[in-house]
């Protein structure tokens, strides 16, 4: 039997599914532990590491004795969970999901795990990313007469697997094998099914996901991020690799890899692990694919300096986001670097604040300048994107206010020119202050008239591209050259 609690009521549906079902999409953040002892505390740990991938809702889920139990809430994980809350937790396996806010869906019944009864007991799942061809899937099998509750590719991937379950007579291992063959989008996955954790990772690898050993007792780990290995003392093995399914044990782990097909067919390389990573979502403390976020970021910064070197007095990161950028710009050009934006911790970011005007007034609170550093000065900002340009607006007005004498903005990320459809919240064209004609040209000078700049630079893609040092051809870089590593309706694949 499933038992969910949560802040608001479950929805059961005549499948069987219990759960309120959740929209699969967007930047969150996964954990799943096997542990002798206190698997749940361990997750609540890895998803407090892991806050930064989203703010908005916490869940953890357990098996015990083949049965799930789920308690899912609103707000940062400290708030849904408490000592007396995760004691309730009796399983040695759990999965552990935070999700990021995207707009006009902060509710509860989108928070995961989602939890479901199939033919083989209960399963629940924590996805990271977007499945692009869930409507299509919806589609057909509500023509079948299937009938669905949401509009959510998650209510589509747990009825598909628990249809494939039936399919292969409960081989769980086969059923996601043949899940993966049909599916085509983002997603790294922790499940909870016959009292174990597995791990899959989307076969072009488009999201993080990491196995790690625990060292204060038998068990195993896998997390969005290998920063979360560092806040349980786990030591970290490897990264889950594209298309694997991993099941982890008390005393070693699994994988299952290269099944024949598992890459969908109209995908169109190796893999594509998503570029923003290393310019924005992961913390800079974590290694995504091998590779320090950190470094990347000073790299760029250094990068941007041979590619885009200004006169100026002082370099002043945007905090937190353009800091590790902003070092290497100062390390690469020589001029100083000053903290003169102050930044409120205690206000959450401004980019997931669901109405643009609460985000404009957020960016104020956020943010303040230190005059001394900055009144009389050639100032260089940095940052590590632009989206819609409403921040930086607003930063540089308030940073002439404060005095500056020239302002000047580099960028840690090229021109985003088009959506993501794959995991991260930039959705529509038209909220992009960047064009693709100004990509081309390479020409920022409308922007930077938009934001108030004297000057506005972005590094390169073949300056990103290198910089994070895995070949092109193995990153997706959809959202800025407009050609997606899996096929989009509407879209031009690379
Ligand atoms: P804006 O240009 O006003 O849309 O805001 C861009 C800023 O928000 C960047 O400086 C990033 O630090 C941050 N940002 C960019 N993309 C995202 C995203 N998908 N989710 C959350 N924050 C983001």
């Known amino acids: 039997m499933v038992n969910t609690t949560s802040q608001c009521d479950d929805i059961i549906d005549d499948y069987g599914l219990k759960g309120a079902f959740c929209k699969l999409s967007g930047h969150c953040g996964v954990a799943g532990v096997t542990a002798e002892k206190e698997s749940a505390s361990y997750v609540f740990l890895a998803l407090r590491a892991l806050q930064h991938r989203g703010q908005e809702s916490a869940g953890i889920a357990t098996s015990v004795d083949n049965q799930i139990e789920c308690f899912r809430g609103m707000g940062l994980v400290h708030e849904v969970f408490n000592t007396q809350r995760l004691a309730t937790f009796k399983g040695t396996s759990c999965i552990g999901h935070i999700r990021y806010s995207t707009t006009g869906a902060s509710e509860l019944k989108n928070a995961q795990p989602v939890v479901a009864s199939s033919s083989i007991g209960d399963l629940a799942i924590a996805h990271n990313g977007d499945i692009v061809n869930a409507g299509k899937f919806r589609d057909e099998l509500r023509e079948k007469g299937w009938a669905f509750f949401t509009t959510t590719d998650s209510e589509v991937m747990i009825r598909l697997l628990a249809n494939e379950l039936v399919n292969t007579g ?109 310019v924005y979502f992961a913390r800079p403390d974590s290694i995504i694919d091998g590779v320090s976020v950190y470094e990347v970021r000073n790299k760029i910064g250094k990068k941007l300096a041979e590619e885009h070197r200004v006169d100026a007095d002082v370099i002043i990161p945007i905090p937190d986001s353009g800091r590790a950028h902003a070092v290497g710009y100062s390390e690469g050009t020589g001029i100083p670097f000053r903290e003169g934006l102050i930044k409120n911790r205690y206000v959450a970011r401004t980019f997931i604040m669901p109405e643009p005007s609460m985000r404009e007034t957020e960016v104020k609170l ?129």
């Open 170 to 278: 409960g081989d769980i291992f086969h059923a996601l094998q043949n899940l993966m063959r049909v599916i085509i989008g983002s997603y790294s996955i922790v499940l909870l099914v016959g009292g174990k954790v597995l791990a899959v990772r989307d076969p072009l690898g488009i999201k993080p996901l990491c196995i790690g050993k625990l060292n204060d007792c038998k068990g195993y780990v896998v997390t969005s991020e290998s920063v979360a290995f560092d806040a349980i003392n786990a030591t970290f093995i490897r990264d889950v690799a594209p298309g694997e399914i991993v099941e982890l044990g008390m005393n070693r782990y699994k994988s299952y890899r290269n099944f024949s097909g598992t890459v969908a067919p109209n995908t169109h390389s190796a893999c594509a692990h998503c570029m923003f990573e290393w």
């Open 366 to 494: 956020k943010l303040n300048p230190i005059k001394s550093v900055i009144e009389g000065k050639r100032v260089v900002l940095m940052d590590d994107s632009i989206v819609r340009g409403t921040t930086m607006r607003r930063i540089v007005q308030m940073v002439r206010n404060a005095g500056a004498r020239e302002v000047h903005v580099r960028i840690g990320c090229p021109p985003i020119i088009s959506p993501c459809y794959l995991g991260i919240d930039m959705k529509t064209r038209s909220q992009f202050i960047a064009k693709p004609s100004d990509s081309k040209r390479q020409d920022y000078t409308r922007v930077a008239k938009m934001i108030g700049a004297d000057s506005l630079a972005h590094i390169s893609i073949e300056g990103l591209v290198e910089c994070i040092g895995i070949p092109k051809g193995n990153l997706c870089l959809g959202c800025l050259t407009e050609k997606y590593p899996v096929e989009i309706p509407g879209e031009r694949t690379r």
